[in-house]
């Protein structure tokens, strides 16, 4: 039986701790497949936060001003997330004045928070070994030298 074969076998009342190893050590453990390239930007993701704050929408001029961006960087931030389906815009007057109002869709909604679950797997993941040992006092073996 080789060692990756033996990770996945259940031994007696370790059969909890086998199967945690294993998951830790499964290939692609870390690969974070749920991060969205779409919503892992920057100013994107302060759209998108600002947007889910508030369903029924945010004026252009205010949603720029949350996420600090140029008319141009947040028009073609909202024009991506729009080609992907996350945000819908619609086109009014207020004051005789014309406004753009930007809302999440339905499964913009829904891929935002899919994508929220997927961040905090990162942070946990991250967070669990940090608060366990530092890294000061994590012991190198034998032979290594700083590089």
Request: proline fraction near 4%; glycine fraction near 8%; hydrophobic fraction near 40%.
């Amino acid at each position: 039986m080789t060692n990756k074969e033996s990770i996945n076998q259940p031994t007696g009342d370790n059969n909890s701790n086998a199967s945690a190893n294993a998951n830790e050590t499964a290939q692609g453990r870390f690969a974070y497949q749920g991060l969205d390239r779409v919503l892992h930007e920057k100013a994107r993701l302060g759209i998108m936060t600002s947007l889910v704050t508030r369903p029924e929408g945010l004026l252009f001029v205010e949603l720029k001003q949350l996420c600090d961006l140029t008319d141009g960087n947040l028009s073609r931030h909202l024009d991506v997330l729009r080609e992907a389906g996350l945000v819908e815009m619609w086109k009014g007057f207020q004051s005789k004045r014309p406004q753009t109002l930007c809302r999440l869709t339905t499964g913009g909604r829904d891929r935002f928070f899919t994508y929220l679950a997927e961040l905090e797997r990162v942070v946990r993941d991250a967070m669990a070994p940090a608060a366990a040992s530092s890294m000061a006092s994590a012991k190198l073996p034998a032979g290594w030298v700083p590089a």
